[in-house]
T-cell receptor, first 110, second 115 residues
Framework: KNEVEQSPQNLTAQEGEFITINCSYS?????LHWLQQHPGGGIVSLFM???GKKKHGRLIATINIQEKHSSLHITASHPRDSAVYIC????????????FGTGTRLQVFP | DVKVTQSSRYLVKRTGEKVFLECVQD?????MFWYRQDPGLGLRLIYF???????EKGDIPEGYSVSREKKERFSLILESASTNQTSMYLC??????????????FGSGTRLTVV
């Protein structure tokens, strides 16, 4: 079983819809990252969380440390949001590596 | 603009060939990583290096080796390519101890097909 699980694996939406991507992990962590990968392959960081909630534009990320769960929300989705969204954690016992989830492929149609 | 550059975007090789994937970073980062990315499996760590001439096995090192002769360059070597090594390969670099703050910079990836 993966230490970091994401759901759903694939997601399609109409432009304007509210989107939620979920991430659950089974290990103790010091931080959780949400990453975005566009079709070209490059991966960029969206958020780093260790508690609570962060907002950047139309993106909101939350984390519940007790439940070992994080969510990424996209409000008023747009076709340019189409990408793979990846959750990654830094384990508390091994802070030199990221452990990645399998990713969620999002397609937003006009 | 800081960069991690992978030498090829697409590569097609024959089974049994020795394959070199090159990665160069211009940020003077100590840490460098090689991952492979497969559908449904996400990114899996092959090898990483904390310094010149140092290397550590990741989660799936079998069939791969690496070389880091200079700080800016980290090479992934497939000694004898096999079809199950067909994948997207991603290189990343970071300063030491920055995972908490996401010091990672990824390259654009090399899509390798072994036929």
């Amino acid at each position: 079983k993966n230490e970091v699980e994401q759901s759903p694996q694939n997601l399609t939406a109409q432009e304007g819809e509210f989107i939620t991507i979920n991430c659950s992990y089974s290990v103790g962590i010091s931080a959780l990252h949400w990453l975005q990968q566009h079709p070209g392959g490059g991966i960029v960081s969206l958020f780093m969380l260790s508690s609570g909630k962060k907002k950047h534009g139309r993106l909101i990320a939350t984390i519940n440390i007790q439940e070992k769960h994080s969510s990424l929300h996209i409000t008023a989705s747009h076709p340019r949001d189409s990408a793979v969204y990846i959750c990654a954690v830094v384990r508390r016992i091994d802070t030199d590596k990221l452990i990645f989830g399998t990713g969620t492929r999002l397609q937003v149609f006009p | 603009d800081v960069k991690v550059t992978q030498s090829s975007r697409y590569l097609v090789k024959r089974t049994g060939e020795k394959v070199f994937l090159e990665c160069v970073q211009d940020m003077d980062h100590e840490n460098m990583f090689w991952y492979r990315q497969d559908p449904g499996l996400g990114l899996r760590l092959i090898y990483f290096s904390y310094d010149v001439k140092m290397k550590e096995k990741g989660d799936i090192p079998e069939g791969y080796s690496v070389s880091r002769e200079k700080k800016e360059r980290f090479s992934l070597i497939l000694e004898s390519a096999s079809t199950n090594q067909t994948s997207m390969y991603l290189c990343a670099s970071s300063p030491p101890g920055t995972f908490y703050n996401y010091g990672y910079t990824f390259g654009s990836g090399t899509r390798l097909t072994v036929v």
